[in-house]
């Protein structure tokens, strides 16, 4: 008797049943998404390490001069000019802005967003710049920035118009990318962990002691200049010692990149002399996933939004409103400045201590920095005059910029250090082009439809409150991040030990430590294997246990927010998807892997579009795929959606295998083929095997498995649950029997 007709209930009994059955069901799937977040809960709180072993946490504390010391003054000192004299520029369209909306004619909205827009320009650098200072010598990035940031300052005073202003400030702000990627990397790899706070305070500080003489200067140059183009003075003037810094730039040391990390962690240096190219997708879906980065980045962008337009909407209030000529707003600027200068000092080597005890305790700190903002502002706009609006604003000022200055330290110890460049780059497009554009946009409208003060005061408020809290919370987060940070690295350590130990004994493929979440839902913890050369691996398991989504990630479909993936002993986790078809990580996916409209050659030819300047090759290889399959080689004509499942199936491998694979992933390679076509295709996949092959096969079937593979890996509920040799697997009944033989028998 068949298993189907003695399971088929009498009318009366499945109706019966049928909502005991469904109950059944909706139970066990609700407990089982339960044990899932139960287990993504753990996996979250789950902190692998002490505090004493998380990178410059309990390290020998330094003083700043022993700091600068270890990296050298040489990239401290230049790096400082050249903000220095970012900040100078900033100051000139920000005290100069009544003057360049007269010069030029413009409204007060469209000269908060001409001077705005500079700032989001950054966006538009911080990306490719950052990936650039990922990739290559931070040293020539900052150099090229720095040339092109010279001519457009001069071409900012040279315009003739508003829109060539315009333009200019765009090559400003591009260049200006490299002072908050190429700059921050570059200071995170050359001075140790312990004095990252001072040194990221010293270099804001520096850079704000330009800044708070800039408007004076500025106002000054302006004022002697004078007549109605004095303001196109301090630009021209600026020019040239741009230039010659951004010359002498190029000659900085590069240091090895994540060298303190390693140093702190595992007490020596491990370098990545030729590494893989970086996905900027992948860097940021890595970045967006680790807790603290994502919180700070939030709380940065909320106050981004009142940062930006404030400066110049407190110049055009303190004109219009209390009367203030360019010297007295220059002054506001300077006042400000002059209390950063003394609060930084006093919160820097607080922030130091606190990190080298509880990186907790220094991140929340600069959310107390943010807060008072929030309350201060509505005080300060209301000031009956020019002097009690002038001094009220200089606390608040200078606390945020405190935050600004030390946020970066704190990024730099959780991002990995592979991304730092683009960790930056993701926190400037949020804050700039999201904080900066979008509070630039609103300041605009409000000012026009209103007036400066209520611009700042619907802005500021909110985004101070919300900045404040975010950093709060995301406190909760570090010491969780930062032992992810350890994990990496001791892995990294070990695998290197690893490969010079034994370097003929590389495996091809290596998965190690994988987490993954398609949105919040975690589906992979922690899921590791390798694949040696010539290898056949069947991965198997339940429904839904990831098997196609751990392939997503080999392949580049998916990033990981947690473990490696390596390509013959290198890092691939973050390289693009095509990139790792051209390295020979071919996948097939599983179903529809035809176009069915196209006939089999026109099928192939599509994907021998990458070949198509190699005509010898193209051909060798569409030779060796129809030996392959002479099913196919007879049918080239025929349409592909015409073809049976079976050799549909064909195809589809005909044409990833015309790449010439070095590790061939297929997914679901039986699903659905009768016997006879499965037995064809495992008589290619022998071949396949033979001529040398690496093969990870995600296949249903036990016994098909067993015929294919040399090892397996079981995998449920996103955890391995086996690996070993294939028979192995079938000995073990508790895996085995559940998932396959009723499948299989059914
Ligand atoms: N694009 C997606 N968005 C959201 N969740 C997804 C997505 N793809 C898969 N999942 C979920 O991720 C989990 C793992 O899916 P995956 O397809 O990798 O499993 P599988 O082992 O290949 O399953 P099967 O053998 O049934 O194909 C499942 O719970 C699935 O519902």
């Given at each position: 008797m068949s298993r189907s007709s003695a399971s088929v209930p009498s009318v009366p009994e499945a109706a019966n049943s049928a909502p005991s059955t469904a109950a059944g069901l909706a139970s066990g799937l609700i407990a089982a998404e339960a044990e899932r977040q139960q287990r993504q809960a753990d996996a979250q709180r789950e902190?692998?390490?002490?505090?004493?072993?998380?990178?410059?946490?309990?390290?020998e504390r330094l003083s700043l001069r022993e700091g600068l010391a270890a990296g050298g003054s040489l990239t401290f000192t230049t790096l400082v000019v050249l903000s220095a004299l970012d900040e100078l520029e900033s100051a000139s369209v920000s005290v100069l802005s009544p003057e360049i909306r007269d010069a030029f004619g413009m409204s007060d909205g469209m000269m908060v967003f001409v001077a705005s827009a500079s700032s989001a320009f950054l966006v538009l650098g911080a990306l490719p710049m950052g990936w650039l200072a990922d990739r290559y010598r931070r040293s020539r990035i900052i150099g090229w920035a720095g040339a092109v940031f010279s001519v457009m300052v001069f071409a900012s005073g040279f315009a003739a118009n508003a829109l060539l202003f315009f333009l200019a400030r765009f090559g400003v702000g591009i260049a200006k990318s490299s002072n908050t990627t190429a700059h921050v990397s570059l200071l995170a790899d050359t001075y140790p962990i312990g004095v990252r706070g001072r040194i990221s305070a010293f270099t804001y500080g520096a850079a704000r002691i330009a800044g708070t003489i800039s408007p004076l200067v500025v106002g000054g140059i302006a004022t002697l200049a004078g007549g109605e183009d004095g303001w196109r003075w301090p630009f021209i003037i600026l020019g040239l010692p741009a230039l010659a810094v951004a010359l002498w730039a190029f000659r900085l040391p590069e240091p090895p990149r994540g060298q303190h990390e390693m140093k702190s962690v595992l007490g020596n240096v491990i370098k990545d002399e030729n590494p893989l190219p970086i996905s900027m997708e992948s860097a940021f879906a890595r970045l967006m996933r680790i807790h603290t980065v994502k919180s700070a980045i939030l709380a940065f962008s909320a106050l981004g939004f009142g940062l930006f337009a404030t400066g110049i909407l407190g110049s055009l209030w303190a004109e219009d409103h209390y009367g203030m000529s360019a010297f007295q707003r220059g002054l506001m600027g300077t006042l400000g400045g002059v209390a950063l200068l003394f609060t930084l000092p006093v919160v820097a080597p607080r922030y130091d201590r606190l990190y080298h005890r509880d990186p907790a305790k220094a991140l929340r700190l600069l959310g107390l920095c943010i807060l008072p903002a929030s309350v201060l502002l509505p005080i300060q706009w209301f000031m009956p005059n020019w002097i009690a609006f002038m001094i009220a604003g200089v606390p608040a000022a200078a606390l945020s910029s405190v935050a600004f200055a030390m946020i970066g330290p704190i990024m730099q110890s959780i991002v990995p250090y592979r991304l730092r460049g683009m960790g930056v780059a993701l926190g400037a497009v949020y804050v700039f082009f999201i904080g900066g554009t979008g509070g630039a946009v609103l300041a605009a409208l409000l000012a026009d439809a209103y007036d400066p003060r209520v611009a700042v005061l619907v802005i500021g408020i909110p985004s101070h409150a919300l900045g404040g809290y975010l950093l709060i919370r995301g406190a909760s987060f570090i010491r969780n991040d930062l032992s992810l940070v350890v994990a990496d690295l001791r892995e990294e350590l070990a695998e290197h030990d690893r490969q010079q130990a034994?370097?003929?004994?590389?495996?091809?493929l290596q998965v190690n430590d994988i987490d993954f979440s398609y949105g919040h839902v975690q589906?992979?913890?922690?899921v590791g294997f390798e694949v040696r050369r010539g290898e056949t691996l069947a991965l198997l398991g339940t429904n839904g246990a990831g098997k196609s989504t751990i392939l997503k990630v080999i392949c580049g479909l998916g990033t990981p927010s947690r473990g490696v993936v390596r390509l013959n002993g290198r890092?691939?986790?973050?390289?693009p998807p095509e990139q790792r078809g051209r390295y020979g990580v071919h996948l097939l996916p599983g179903g529809n892997g035809v176009f069915p409209a196209m006939t089999v050659r026109e099928n192939l030819e599509m994907s021998a579009f990458r070949m198509r300047r190699d005509g010898a090759d193209r051909d060798r290889r569409f030779a060796y795929v129809l030996d392959l399959f002479p099913d196919l080689a007879s049918r080239l004509g025929q349409q592909a959606g015409s073809l049976s499942g079976g050799q549909q199936q064909m195809l589809a491998l005909a044409a990833v295998l015309l790449h010439d694979p070095e590790v061939l992933l297929i997914d679901e390679?039986?699903?659905?083929?009768a016997p006879v076509v499965v037995q064809d295709l495992l008589a290619v996949l022998e071949r396949l095997k033979n001529d040398g092959l690496t093969i990870i096969v995600v296949e249903q079937s036990l016994n098909i498995a067993l015929a294919i593979a040399d090892r397996a890996v079981f995998l449920e509920k996103g955890q391995v649950r086996f690996v070993g040799p294939a028979r192995e697997l079938a000995e073990r009944d508790d895996l085995a029997r559940a998932v396959f033989l009723g499948r299989e028998g059914g």
């Open positions: 902190v692998l390490f002490a505090d004493e072993l998380l990178p410059g946490v309990g390290d034994d370097p003929a004994n590389i495996p091809v589906v992979l913890f922690d890092t691939m986790t973050y390289v390679l039986s699903l659905g083929l």
